[in-house]
């Protein structure tokens, strides 16, 4: 995070009101601005930490997503969060996706990209980042679900914030845990796949199951040239 630039002392008087105005408008513009409303690096914060405003909720369980002190907690019947922007999916090509993630005992869950929004069941469409790292599904966190999976072994333990970052940059998936790279995946001229595939497409959370309970906090996003 870059530290604000402190504002020189500037002491102005003027006996005409109007140019005194002129001067505080000045002044004003150089006042320095908070990297939490001005993203110099680029990243845009895409939770409010108080309701699920641009994003949309499948049809199957819309309770699976709730947001309480800050956090959207993931807990309930098979469901899907999909980020909406201008109140359409999100039509992302190479982006930088952060997430500051909890995940609780025999938890499973995902984050979808390069997809499109659903009424029910699973994505079909682009890649799934799994979230897992005690569920009994071997694939665990950092896997490209079911292409390059990282098995049995997670890069991070239950009931701690760890940092999950997806990077796209045209066929080429990079996945970091704690700033580690769990995954690098490349993917082939024909993939095998009609829908699993890069492409262009949206952000999508994952609700498992009832018993899997997950914290989200942070979800950002960086979209690269």
Known sequence: MHEPRRAAKIYIH???????????????ALLPISSSVFAEDGWTEMFNGKDLTNWKVSEESPTS?????????VAG??????YQEQGADAKLQNFEFEAVIKTHASANSGIFFHTLWQKNSWPVHGYEAQVNSSHKDPRKT????????????????????????IR?????IIIKVNGEVVNDY?????PG?????LSAGTI?????DPQSVIHYKSLRLRKLP
């Open 14 to 28: 003027d006996q005409n009101p109007i140019m005194n105005k002129v001067y505080t408008i000045l002044f004003a």
């Open 65 to 73: 997503f709730q947001v309480k002190d800050g956090i959207l907690i």
């Open 77 to 82: 019947p098979r469901s899907h969060l999909f």
């Open 142 to 165: 950092g896997s490209v679900y079911s292409v390059k999976d990282v098995m049995n072994n997670a890069p991070h333990k239950d009931d701690e914030w760890f940092t999950y970052n």
């Open 168 to 172: 796209v940059e045209g066929k080429r």
């Open 186 to 190: 490349t993917e082939p001229e024909n």
């Open 193 to 197: 796949h009609a829908t699993r595939r």
């Open 204 to 208: 999508a959370i994952q609700a498992h």
